[in-house]
């Protein structure tokens, strides 16, 4: 089947919203996930992904934002499915700020992030973590948004399994994940059946990138893993996409391409014909 195509703005740091917008168009995609954290990009400087990216919003400015945000993507006819931010989960006035522009923008789902584990604190994280996002819940009953964790590694939901660890019992209507399956490659990798299984409601959004994964690294486990253009990595993207369609999940495939950052703008239509060709040879296979 064919899903919504998205495109994360934090990769794709070439260019303001406003010059972003058409290019994403014109290449058949049909949202932005929208970055947002304390931000200032400087033109003098090369962009990059994390750092002086010309497509982030800036959380401090997001009210004055969000309405010009608002109109652009209504001239491209674009939609923003999460907005994205950056700060932390148990920041409850930022979440609220967040929720607010969402409503603004047209954003269904809100990302907040997830604490990273500290050693001999982990318990009394999750316990706050828990107690943050019944919190979040009741913020997005009010506000008519959705609150969404990604799983990613070097945080408390580096997989699904973590992830409904501090989701668990609340409303999947306001509260979700964003299932960012590269990431979990590089941590928290669970079966993409049963990591799908365990998601269930819970599943809002997926992300689309790939990763070289090999042994010889120096961490606890010998291996070593780090970001591939798309299509060059070990993920087998037809099959995952099958899985997910044979689970019922028909969201958004949100591209996140964390390579190739001397392509400049010309990568995001190519990133997008692949996706479609990804998309395609799924609608073939059997998941297995």
Not at 36 to 63: Q, T
Not at 198 to 223: C, E, I, M, Q, S
Not at 260 to 272: C, E, M, V, W
């Amino acid at each position: 089947m064919r899903h919504p195509v998205s495109l994360f703005t934090a990769c794709s740091p070439w260019l303001p919203l406003d010059e972003l917008a058409p290019l994403v168009a014109a290449a058949g995609i049909a949202g932005l996930d929208l970055a947002c954290k304390p931000h200032r990009f400087d033109p003098s400087r090369a962009p990059g992904f994390w750092d002086n990216n010309a497509a982030v919003l800036d959380l401090d400015r997001i009210e004055i934002l969000a309405h010009d945000v608002a109109r652009i993507l209504g001239d491209w006819r674009l939609k923003c499915p999460v907005l994205a931010g950056y700060a932390s989960s148990t920041d409850l006035p930022a979440a609220r700020r967040l929720a607010a522009a969402a409503r603004i923008i047209g954003a269904p789902s809100v990302r907040v992030w997830i604490d990273r584990p500290e050693r001999g604190r982990i318990p009394e994280q999750i316990a706050a973590q828990r107690l943050a996002w019944r919190e979040l819940a009741n913020i997005a009953e009010g506000e008519g948004v959705r609150f969404v964790l990604e799983t990613h590694d070097g945080t408390l939901a580096t997989g699904p399994s973590g992830a409904m660890r501090l989701l668990d019992n609340l409303d999947p209507q306001r509260v979700g994940v964003i299932y960012d399956i590269a990431n979990t490659v590089r941590e928290g990798s669970e079966p993409l059946d049963t990591a799908v299984g365990l998601l269930g409601p819970y599943l809002a959004h997926v992300h689309v990138k790939d990763v070289w994964h090999r042994t010889g690294g120096t961490g606890w486990n010998g291996t070593s893993t780090g970001f591939a253009p798309l299509g060059q990595g070990t993920l087998r993207w037809p099959t995952i996409i099958g899985i997910l369609d044979a689970a019922g999940y028909h969201g958004w495939l949100s591209i996140e391409n964390f390579t190739g950052l001397d392509l400049g703008p010309s990568r995001i239509a190519q990133d997008a014909s692949w996706l479609r060709d990804m998309m395609e040879a799924a609608g073939g296979q059997t998941p297995r």
